[in-house]
Each structure stands twice: as C-alpha cells, then as structure tokens.
C-alpha cells in the first residue's frame, strides 16, 4: 500500500465520519447543536486537506536535512491542523466551562498556544537546515506544554465545579485527546520531516488512523458525552430558556412569552420568559 492510498482513505474516512457526525449528533438544545456542527465539521475540513493531498496537490518538494535525495512535504496537513486542533480544543473548553465565553483570557491563550504549535511545526517540516529545524520542533513542543498546562490545570479546575456529568465528559475527553495528540510529534520527529528513521508510507498510515482516531471517533465520544449532559439538564430543568434550540418547540405554537422543549421521556416542557 502506498502513501496515496492511506491519504486516499483519509479523504474517505473523514468525509463518511463527517456525514455520520452531523447525522446522529443532537440538536435539542444551542450548547448541543454546537457541539454537534463543531464535530461534524472538523473531519469535513480534513476531508478537503486530505482529498488536496491525495491528488498530489498541498504539498512540495524538499531536500532531507540528513542524507540525500528529497522528500514530499505535505503541508497542507498543516493547514487542516491549523483550524481542527482549535475547534476541537474549542469544544474542551465549552465542556468545562458550560459555555467558553466565561474564561475569554483562558481560552484564548488556549487556543493562542495551540497554534503556535502548529505554526512551529510546518516551519520545522520545512526547514532544511538542521539548526532551524530542531530550534522550530522545540518551540512546538513548548507551545505543546502550554495547552497541556492550561487543560489539566485551569480548565480541569473549572469542569470540577460543574455537576458531575460535564465533570466526567470532561475528565473523559481530555485524556483521551492528550493521549491521542501525544503521539503526533513522535512521528513527525521519526517520520521523512524529522531524522528519517520511518519510511513516508508508515508515518503518512499513523497518521491517517491517529487523524480519524482524534478527529471522527473521539467526535462520537465527545458529542455522546454532550448527549448525557443535555439529558441530565432538562430533567433537571436547568436549561435557560435562550439555551432551548428554536427546532426543538414542537408543532403547535405557544403561548406569547413561552418556549416549549422536550425531556428525554418525551415529555413536553414549557418554559415562561419573563419580558424585561
């Protein structure tokens, strides 16, 4: 199998992934519509960068920084990374903080550090100098500690004020995601960009499982956590009226000043809005 093919079954595997996402993602309430579309997006997007990639475009030719000959750089991995990354760390931090407008500073470092990263790391994939290439790989990697120190340290702290069902989302989600993550530099730093210890083909395949692995099965894991959270909110009845998706009022309109939604029973719920 060559390293078209594993790109090629990138494409696929994200735009399918993409399709079942929006498909059976829930839309009863604005926090989970979002959680929702932001999953469904993020294996859309890398759809597009893989699909760019598999037909031999998103990327260009350059010598190996040890050795001889010349390798393909497929930068446009890069890009995909630049916007799925963020948008997956956006939807962390809702997790944890019930809507990620509470932190602003907190999240916009977050996110900050994030693409700092990735920025640092195309730089490091195109750099044939050794010196530059290993100065750009350590900036990521310090830019890589700082999103770890903010999502086990303040975010963590935020989701453990929550009620026990975003707690464990969370607690979830975050490890699995690290974990996941943790393994992208490992094999950039093997891979035809870094010492060249791991053939093209082998690091484009990681890759390609870790990318549908991080980006479609950890959305289903996410949104499935939403999804109890969501349960858990309107049993409780918790859920603001602003926060009740407008697709969620079944047929037949309510009163002026009120808002009807659904428990998970089935049952119909309305909720009086106060003007003013």
Same mark, same amino acid.
């Given at each position: 199998?060559?390293?078209? =093919?594993?790109?090629? $079954?990138?494409? &696929?595997?994200?735009?399918?992934?993409?399709?079942?996402?929006?498909?059976? @993602?829930?839309?009863?309430?604005?926090? %989970?519509?979002? /959680?929702?579309?932001?999953?469904?997006?993020?294996?859309?997007?890398?759809?597009?960068?893989?699909? *760019?990639?598999?037909?031999?475009?998103?990327?260009?030719?350059?010598?190996?920084?040890?050795?001889?000959?010349?390798?393909?750089?497929?930068?446009?991995?890069?890009?995909?990374?630049?916007?799925?990354?963020?948008?997956?760390? #956006?939807?962390?931090?809702?997790?944890? #903080? /019930?809507? *990620? /407008?509470? +932190?602003?500073?907190?999240?916009?470092?977050?996110?900050?550090?994030?693409? $700092?990263?990735?920025?640092?790391?195309? =730089?490091? @994939?195109?750099?044939?100098?050794?010196?530059?290439?290993?100065?750009?790989?350590?900036?990521?990697?310090?830019?890589?500690?700082?999103?770890?120190?903010?999502?086990?340290?303040?975010?963590?702290? %935020? *989701?453990?004020? +929550?009620?026990?069902?975003?707690?464990?989302?969370?607690?979830?989600?975050?490890?699995? &995601?690290?974990?996941?993550?943790?393994?992208?530099?490992?094999?950039?730093?093997?891979?035809?960009?870094?010492?060249?210890?791991?053939?093209?083909?082998?690091?484009? *395949?990681?890759?390609?499982?870790?990318?549908?692995?991080?980006?479609?099965?950890? !959305?289903?894991?996410?949104?499935?956590?939403?999804?109890?959270?969501?349960?858990?909110?309107?049993?409780?009845?918790?859920?603001?009226?602003?926060?009740?998706?407008?697709?969620? $009022?079944?047929?037949?309109?309510?009163?002026? !000043?009120? &808002?009807?939604?659904?428990?998970?029973?089935? %049952?119909?719920?309305?909720?009086? $809005?106060?003007? !003013?």
């Amino acid at each position: 199998m060559t390293e078209t =093919f594993w790109l090629w $079954v990138g494409t &696929l595997g994200m735009l399918g992934g993409s399709v079942l996402l929006f498909a059976m @993602g829930g839309t009863r309430t604005q926090d %989970e519509e979002g /959680h929702t579309i932001s999953h469904g997006i993020v294996p859309l997007f890398a759809a597009l960068a893989y699909l *760019a990639m598999a037909m031999h475009q998103g990327s260009m030719s350059l010598p190996f920084s040890v050795g001889t000959g010349t390798r393909d750089f497929l930068y446009a991995r890069y890009i995909d990374w630049s916007v799925t990354t963020p948008t997956l760390l #956006l939807g962390l931090s809702m997790t944890a #903080l /019930h809507g *990620a /407008h509470r +932190r602003a500073g907190l999240v916009s470092g977050l996110l900050a550090s994030d693409v $700092v990263m990735i920025l640092a790391g195309l =730089f490091f @994939g195109m750099s044939v100098d050794p010196f530059a290439k290993w100065m750009w790989f350590i900036v990521s990697c310090v830019a890589f500690l700082a999103v770890y120190y903010i999502l086990f340290g303040a975010l963590k702290r %935020e *989701a453990a004020m +929550r009620d026990s069902e975003r707690r464990s989302a969370y607690d979830r989600n975050v490890v699995i &995601l690290s974990a996941l993550w943790l393994l992208y530099p490992i094999l950039v730093f093997f891979g035809p960009d870094g010492i060249y210890a791991w053939s093209a083909t082998f690091t484009t *395949a990681v890759i390609v499982i870790l990318d549908l692995t991080s980006k479609v099965v950890y !959305g289903f894991i996410a949104m499935g956590g939403s999804k109890a959270i969501t349960d858990a909110d309107l049993a409780r009845g918790s859920v603001s009226p602003a926060m009740i998706a407008t697709h969620a $009022v079944p047929s037949g309109a309510p009163a002026p !000043g009120e &808002l009807v939604g659904h428990l998970p029973s089935g %049952e119909r719920r309305t909720v009086r $809005v106060d003007a !003013g």
